[in-house]
């Protein structure tokens, strides 16, 4: 009985061709972060801030919403808008993270959370302020 050969190659694979690759390393582009300027847990190196977090969260959550240029009723309108203001924050300014963290975060320590929001965008005003002052000289 015949019994085909196997194949080998392909039909119409007969012809070999080189291929040259060349692949050219692109110029990095380093990003810079920094850390928050405060701990989570520094709630008393801002006794105003921690007090009017702890007595009204609402109040604070607006002010610091309108601090950020954002609508002063976001946290009235917006479910978790302290999150979201928290995400904007690191990424404007760079802050390692993620939003994972940042969620578990709210969740669990929403008022230090609040207060260190709150102790972050006081910074950022003050150090934009400084620039702002110092280029007009």
Not at 15 to 23: A, G, K, P
Not at 72 to 91: E, G, N, Q, W, Y
Not at 122 to 130: C, D, E, I, L, N
Request: aromatic share 6%; glycine share 4%; net charge neutral.
């Amino acid at each position: 009985m015949y019994q085909p050969q196997p194949i080998i190659t392909q039909p119409g694979q007969q012809h070999h061709t080189s291929n040259t690759i060349i692949v050219q390393q692109q110029q990095g582009h380093v990003v810079h972060t920094r850390p928050w300027t405060t701990g989570l847990f520094d709630c008393c190196s801002d006794i105003p801030v921690c007090l009017c977090t702890t007595f009204c969260y609402t109040c604070m959550a607006m002010k610091v919403a309108s601090d950020m240029e954002e609508f002063v009723c976001l946290p009235c309108c917006v479910p978790a808008a302290t999150l979201t203001m928290r995400v904007k924050m690191r990424a404007q300014e760079r802050i390692p993270g993620s939003i994972c963290n940042d969620c578990l975060t709210e969740c669990f320590c929403g008022y230090c959370s609040l207060c260190q929001l709150a102790r972050e965008v006081k910074t950022v005003k003050a150090q934009q302020s400084y620039v702002m002052t110092n280029s007009r000289m």
